[in-house]
């Protein structure tokens, strides 16, 4: 849930959050890709047309859901093959530069020192001086190639996780906290970052220099490499293996940990104004504290067992080097090895441990990537719960007529929220559905809008089941306004303009009149310019929700809901609010959940929907005008004898 209401919150969907996520699934034209990164994604998508990038053109994924294949490093990396090949290319030759110093320093010592020829001895240092010179040049190109390349990968991370959050369902966002969505598209990414530009290919460095020393020593000399095999190995093999089974663990602990701080973060931040006004301050820095308190624990973890393998490898290099000084020394006094010829060896030695220390570096590194891969592929395995049928034909325009057919829904399987639910509603029909909370209103709105599909049963829309359209033209033609609308950091005019960024600011103002919030654009120093600040703070809720009924009428659906849209306007301005929706319903079929029982008798029908005495599930008890359904003394004839009765005693008429 991304604001502050709980998952029953009333309204198109709930929360604030939620009504950006309506728009997104809407697929309208914000919702895909953020504007600033639509020129990047579109030079993405030519050059590299064959990634999965390209499905980002709002395609819903077909059936299959999720990504047909699981994300794993190995298929990210695939089409990379000749830039890491390339960059493999380098690093061996980088590696075998790197190596070259001890054995010109044997020469050195043997060949000069020891047999007293400077001229010898000043050849080689110039060697050594060149091959320096050459080693930097290529670590240079190794790390800028490199960087680059890991770059690319991370931006195409992020654009693939982004456009996989935006085909989602309405279900995974209300089930998901998004701070701990924000994680993976931050820190898990983030870490990612980290191995890519160096990690791994200093991993490939690093894992080469081994086998390159290795090599060498067995050259210089086969006695010596066997008795530090045979010592040091084992003993870093076993200790590996602990490592790695501890640090897997630790890690994929961490990055749980760190979701769980940045969703507690995040709901703190959108529910300030509950959490202050519920004297719940305290009380949430305790809980920011504990959660904080796991994630430090969970770091220490990694970080004590860090600690005792780093320093153990370490101790048991050094033992190591203690031997061969031991047992090479007494060769070199038996005759049997130069002292050039230990002196490398023991250099190389130093060269052995080193990469093993970086490893342990580098793996914990490649752990926490490894540790957020899993994450991601978990993310990205999850398949769009109202999936768009292969060849889903484009819904032609419409005249509005809505049938539900034996409609049964439950956001839970198991537990059913309508059933059996039949209704016929005429093209140009404005209909109202009245009822008491939590009856299945909005649940209503939410099939008919395809933000989830029924259990059982159809909704048609034109006699096209909207299982079998498109969601893009589905939603071209259907709009809905929700009771907690979101307005996005922008102008008003972005705001208003949101389904049809292409309209002129005359088209803007026309909307904004017909709802009647151009006085609230007048009043404003900077007009259509101010800014709506993010979740509309600025503005109070009632022009909110006329925002939202201009941004509706812009687009011009066929089809319009309104999820009690017009809840929180000022009740003396009713008149103003019957015109605002007269000038919004005119003309088009519209479901009307009304709030306000003046709003719903101006309806051609009213439906009343609630659950049967004894019955678990709600349906359309009462169904008819205005006028049949008062005749009938029914519930929604009590529901209005109540009403007019507390309007008379009040003087404002209100529900
Ligand atoms: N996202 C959701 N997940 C699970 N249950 C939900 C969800 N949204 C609504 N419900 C439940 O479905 C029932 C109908 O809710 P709703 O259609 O929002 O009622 P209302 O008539 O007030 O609009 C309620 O019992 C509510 O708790
Ligand atoms: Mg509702």
Request: hydrophobic share 45%; net charge negative.
């Amino acid at each position: 849930m991304w604001g502050a209401g709980g998952p029953t919150g009333a309204g198109g969907g709930g929360g604030g959050g939620n009504g950006a996520q309506q728009s997104a699934a809407a697929g309208l034209p914000f919702a895909g890709i953020p504007s600033e990164l639509a020129a990047k994604v579109e030079k993405l998508v030519d050059r590299e047309p064959e990634h999965p990038v390209d499905e980002i053109e709002f395609s819903q994924v077909h059936d299959t859901g999720g990504e047909s294949e699981p994300f794993t490093l190995r298929r990210f990396l695939r089409p990379y093959q000749r830039e890491l090949g390339a960059s493999l290319a380098l690093v061996v030759f980088g590696t075998i530069l790197d190596q070259a110093g001890p054995l010109l320093t044997q020469q050195g010592i043997d060949r000069g020192i020891s047999q007293s020829n400077f001229g010898v001895l000043a050849s080689i240092a110039g060697i050594f001086l060149a091959v320096v010179l050459l080693d930097m040049g290529v670590s240079r190109l190794q790390v800028s190639y490199a960087g680059r390349l890991g770059e690319t990968l991370m931006y195409k991370l992020r654009v693939r996780v982004f456009s996989h959050f935006q085909r989602l369902s309405l279900d995974f966002y209300t089930d998901e906290m998004a701070g701990r969505l924000m994680t993976r598209m931050t820190s898990d990414i983030d870490s990612l970052t980290q191995l890519f530009p160096d990690g791994l290919l200093n991993l490939l460095v690093q894992g080469f220099t081994l086998v390159v020393i290795s090599v060498i020593l067995f050259v210089m000399s086969p006695t010596l490499a066997a008795i530090m095999i045979v010592l040091v190995v084992p003993v870093m093999l076993a200790m590996t293996l602990w490592f790695r089974r501890a640090s897997d663990r630790g890690y994929l602990v961490v990055r749980d940990r760190i979701a769980e701080v940045l969703a507690d973060l995040q709901e703190s931040l959108s529910g300030i104004r509950i959490i202050t006004a519920h004297n719940r301050r305290r009380h949430n820095v305790i809980h920011h504290d504990n959660v904080v308190g796991n994630y430090m624990d969970a770091n220490l973890y990694t970080a004590r067992v860090g600690a005792l393998y780093g320093p153990g490898t370490e101790a048991v290099g050094i033992i190591g080097q203690a031997m061969i000084v031991l047992v090479g020394g007494k060769m070199v006094l038996d005759g049997d090895l130069s002292l050039g010829e230990l002196t490398a060896f023991v250099l190389y030695l130093t060269a052995f441990f080193a990469p093993i220390q970086q490893l342990v570096q580098l793996y914990n590194t490649y752990q926490q990537g490894q540790a957020a891969v899993t994450k991601l592929r978990d993310l990205l395995a999850t398949p769009p719960s109202v999936p768009e049928k292969p060849g889903a034909m484009t819904l032609p325009p419409i005249a509005g007529a809505i049938e539900l057919r034996n409609v049964s829904f439950g956001y839970d399987p198991a537990i059913p929220v309508l059933a059996g639910v039949d209704l016929q509603i005429e093209p140009g029909e404005t209909f109202a559905l009245v009822g008491p909370t939590g009856a299945g209103k909005s649940t209503i709105a939410k099939l008919v809008s395809r933000f989830y599909d029924p259990t059982d049963g159809a909704v048609l829309i034109d006699g096209h089941d909207v299982r079998d359209v498109t969601l893009v033209s589905l939603r071209r033609q259907l709009g809905v306004v929700p009771q907690e609308p979101f307005l996005f950091h922008g102008t008003i005019r972005d705001n208003v303009a949101f389904a049809r960024p292409d309209a002129n600011d005359e088209e803007v103002m026309a909307a904004c009149r017909a709802v009647g919030v151009d006085d609230l654009v007048a009043r404003l120093p900077r007009g259509l310019d101010s800014p709506c600040h993010e979740r509309g703070a600025s503005l109070s809720s009632g022009e909110r929700q006329l925002l939202a009924l201009a941004r509706a009428f812009l687009a011009r659906p066929r089809v319009l809901v309104l999820d009690e849209a017009t809840s929180n306007l000022d009740l003396r301005s009713e008149a103003k609010i019957e015109r605002a929706l007269d000038a919004l319903l005119d003309g088009r079929t519209a479901i009307v959940i009304a709030h306000r029982l003046a709003t719903a008798m101006r309806a051609d029908r009213i439906a009343v929907v609630d659950r049967p005495p004894g019955a678990g599930t709600a349906g359309i008890v009462e169904l008819g005008s205005h006028d049949e359904l008062v005749a009938r003394g029914g519930q929604y004839a009590h529901m209005y004898a109540t009403w007019t009765r507390h309007a008379a005693g009040n003087g404002v008429r209100s529900v």
